[in-house]
Nanobody, 125 residues
Framework: VQLQASGGGLVQVGGSLRLSCAASGGTFRRYTVGWFRQAPGKEREFVAAIRWTDSNTQYAESVKGRFTISRDSLKNTEYLQMNSLKPEDTAVYYC???????????????????WGQGTQVTVSS
């Protein structure tokens, strides 16, 4: 499955953005689809993920209560709604997907085989 991430942009502190991750060449039905981000000079970090097979959902502590994952099975698209954005949320955001991910590895980027191209999110203060 190929992934296309979109929806990034420039937003002020406290604003909102919705990122999309669309699948082509397959469906997300048997996949875990996650979001990761990477700021300049920092390692890629887990943001959120949902396992489409059983809806198991996980969030990083830093985004819990502000970010929400949702999905549209008909459009084969996953969304990351980001509210109350902070300057520290500035990063390139990537969506990633893979089959067969167990719950304990959903936060590990090495568990994901397919990656989208990334979309820049910049939060200005």
């Amino acid at each position: 499955v190929q992934l296309q991430a979109s929806g990034g942009g420039l937003v002020q502190v406290g604003g909102s953005l919705r990122l999309s991750c669309a699948a082509s060449g397959g469906t997300f039905r048997r996949y875990t689809v996650g979001w990761f981000r990477q700021a300049p000079g920092k390692e890629r970090e887990f943001v959120a993920a949902i396992r489409w097979t059983d809806s198991n959902t996980q969030y990083a502590e830093s985004v819990k209560g502000r970010f929400t994952i949702s999905r549209d099975s008909l459009k084969n698209t996953e969304y990351l709604q980001m509210n109350s954005l902070k300057p520290e949320d500035t990063a390139v955001y990537y969506c990633a997907a893979s089959q067969g991910i167990i719950i304990t590895t959903m936060r590990n980027p090495t568990a994901y085989r397919n990656w989208g191209q990334g979309t820049q999110v910049t939060v200005s203060s």
